[in-house]
């Protein structure tokens, strides 16, 4: 029996009004294997995903490999100079290619030679002139649509699929002093076999309520009291943020509560005195501080486990700063206090909604971000939603 009945498309209905009025999200949504599975046909599968810095592959040969959905995915710079995003499952007997990251003029299939270039159009071969009718042109790599934003690279399953930049139109001027797309990301970590639902990841991340309740002492530099939600979310949107500001200009998330790298030379007096915390579902999280921003990439791996891959930006000319690592070792080892709570927390709710007391609660003012990401959720749901369910 199917959890995707009429009766629960109808319940979304309570989580999407306004922010004084609306439930939480039904609690079987965040628990339940079908659901996700249904959320990798209806949402993943149907939106711009994100898989990382474009300044990851600098130069023509450079790639690395990552999963997208499920997929096996080689994100690679060819010889156009053009980063390109392909399967990474061969189309001779289904192998994988590769699962690492480095620099080649072509990639190979161990098992039988089949070899591809750097687009993923099929090169050799071996020991096939003896297939009937055989083309190589009909054997390329299956290839993802990309789009570069900020300096991160999102793909997309459709070719067809409406550019990415303009759905993200109403974040885009809090970025523009941040010039990321020059910004320098030192590398990331990724943490794997997360015990919660991506979406208690995506809340919890751009949640203003809990930054100085969980957080105590080292985020009272940023208040809840001062968050703000400056657009409110319209259909076709593909980003949900907010602000938070501080107490005292050049605020950092550290145990120094300042800021430890150098500021971003372009940046208004305002934007030194707060952050933003913003929301690109399905797959990246995002925020800013006045000298980083930083980057949150989240992959389900089942409805109650993620791996999150983290990592941090900075202007160019922190890294010409003589004590850059010491400074980078400081603001990460206070990123780790934020971490370390977090965790806690996301692992407990979802563990509670599990319980058969999982209630459907309210919203403080604090939590506006949450019905607007409610809001791109449903409108998701809706439009995938099987014909049986409605």
């Given at each position: 029996?199917?959890?995707?009945?009429?009766?629960?498309?109808?319940?979304?209905?309570?989580?999407?009004?306004?922010?004084a009025?609306?439930?939480?999200?039904?609690?079987?949504?965040?628990?339940?294997q079908?659901?996700?599975d249904f959320e990798?046909?209806a949402?993943?599968?149907t939106?711009?995903q994100c898989v990382g810095r474009?300044s990851?592959?600098?130069?023509v040969g450079?790639y690395?490999?990552t999963?997208?959905n499920?997929?096996?995915i080689i994100?690679?710079?060819?010889?156009?100079?053009?980063i390109h995003?392909?399967?990474?499952v061969?189309?001779?007997?289904?192998?994988?290619l590769?699962?690492?990251?480095?620099?080649?003029?072509k990639?190979?299939c161990?098992?039988?030679?089949?070899?591809?270039?750097l687009?993923?159009?099929?090169?050799?071969?071996?020991?096939m002139?003896?297939t009937?009718d055989?083309?190589?042109?009909?054997?390329?790599?299956p290839?993802l649509?990309?789009e570069?934003?900020?300096g991160?690279?999102?793909?997309?399953?459709?070719?067809?699929a409406?550019p990415l930049g303009p759905t993200?139109a109403?974040?885009?001027?809090y970025l523009?002093?941040?010039?990321?797309?020059?910004?320098?990301?030192?590398g990331?970590f990724?943490?794997?076999?997360?015990?919660?639902?991506?979406?208690?990841m995506?809340e919890?991340?751009?949640?203003?309520?809990?930054?100085?309740?969980?957080h105590?002492?080292?985020?009272?530099?940023?208040?809840?009291?001062?968050?703000a939600?400056?657009?409110?979310?319209q259909?076709?949107?593909n980003?949900i943020?907010?602000t938070?500001?501080?107490?005292?200009?050049d605020g950092g998330?550290?145990?120094?509560?300042?800021?430890?790298?150098?500021?971003?030379p372009?940046?208004?007096e305002?934007?030194?005195?707060r952050?933003?915390f913003?929301?690109l579902?399905?797959?990246?999280?995002m925020g800013?501080?006045p000298?980083?921003a930083?980057?949150f990439?989240?992959?389900?791996?089942?409805?109650?486990?993620?791996?999150?891959?983290?990592?941090?930006?900075?202007?160019?000319?922190a890294?010409?700063?003589?004590?850059?690592?010491h400074?980078?070792?400081m603001?990460?080892?206070?990123?780790q206090?934020f971490v370390?709570?977090?965790?806690?927390?996301?692992m407990k709710?979802?563990?509670g909604?599990?319980?058969?007391?999982?209630?459907r609660?309210?919203?403080?003012?604090?939590e506006?971000?949450?019905v607007?990401?409610?809001?791109w959720?449903?409108?998701?749901?809706?439009?995938?939603?099987?014909?049986?369910?409605?």
């Open positions: 029996m199917t959890m995707l009945t009429d009766d629960l498309l109808a319940s979304f209905d309570e989580s999407i009004t306004d922010v009025h609306a439930v939480t999200l039904p609690p079987e949504i965040y628990t339940g079908e659901f996700l990798r046909r949402v993943f599968a939106n711009w474009a990851r592959i600098p130069n450079d690395f490999t999963t997208v499920g997929e096996p994100v690679a710079r060819a010889k156009d100079g053009e995003a392909f399967s990474s061969c189309q001779h007997r289904g192998m994988q590769v699962d690492d990251e480095g620099h080649c003029t990639f190979t161990v098992y039988h030679l089949w070899s591809y270039d687009t993923g159009r099929l090169l050799g071969a071996p020991a002139e003896r009937a055989f083309d190589k042109k009909q054997f390329p790599l290839a649509k990309v570069i934003w900020q991160f690279v999102f793909v997309h399953f459709d070719q067809q409406e993200l109403t974040y885009a001027p523009e002093h941040y010039e990321l797309d020059t910004a320098v990301c030192p990331t990724t943490l794997t076999g997360l015990p919660w639902n991506w979406k208690v995506f919890n991340f751009n949640d203003g309520y809990h930054a100085n309740k969980l105590h002492t080292i985020q009272d530099f940023c208040p809840s009291e001062l968050a939600f400056p657009v409110d979310w259909p076709g949107s980003v943020f907010r938070n500001g501080y107490i005292h200009m998330f550290n145990a120094t509560t300042k800021a430890l790298m150098p500021i971003f372009q940046l208004t305002d934007e030194r005195w952050s933003t913003a929301l579902p399905p797959t990246l999280c800013t501080a000298d980083q930083f980057f990439i989240v992959r389900p791996t089942s409805a109650d486990t993620i791996d999150v891959e983290i990592g941090y930006l900075f202007h160019p000319s890294l010409e700063h003589p004590m850059f690592d400074l980078l070792e603001s990460d080892a206070g990123v206090v370390q709570q977090d965790q806690d927390a996301t709710v979802q563990r909604l599990h319980s058969r007391f999982a209630a609660g309210r919203y403080s003012w604090q506006e971000s949450h607007q990401f409610n809001k959720l449903v409108r998701q749901y809706r439009a995938g939603w099987p014909a049986a369910g409605r």
